[in-house]
């Protein structure tokens, strides 16, 4: 079920009428990650910049981390 909900919400991205904030609601913690994915996946940057998945998740998950959730706008 939450597959179905991520890969929606993705198709979506590009939009102008993608919902960002309904987007972090699905996904919570996850939604910078999820995001940043997609967004490096769709420009081929893991091959051309080789970059491993694995130092990209904890790279994206320390960026999360440092973000403050009581600042609407400024949040992952």
Known sequence: MAQEHL??????????TFD???F?????????QFM???ILQQHQL?????????NFV???REIAQG???ENAYHNH
Do not use: G, P, Q, W
Request: charged share 30%; aromatic share 22%; with cysteine.
């Open 58 to 60: 904890c790279f994206v």
């Open 7 to 16: 890969e929606m919400a993705l198709e979506k991205m590009d939009m102008t």
């Open 67 to 69: 973000y403050f959730k």
């Open 24 to 32: 972090e609601t699905i996904f919570n913690d996850n939604s910078l």
């Open 36 to 38: 940043a994915y997609k």
């Open 20 to 22: 960002v904030f309904h």
């Open 46 to 54: 893991f091959f051309f910049a080789r970059i491993k998945l694995e």
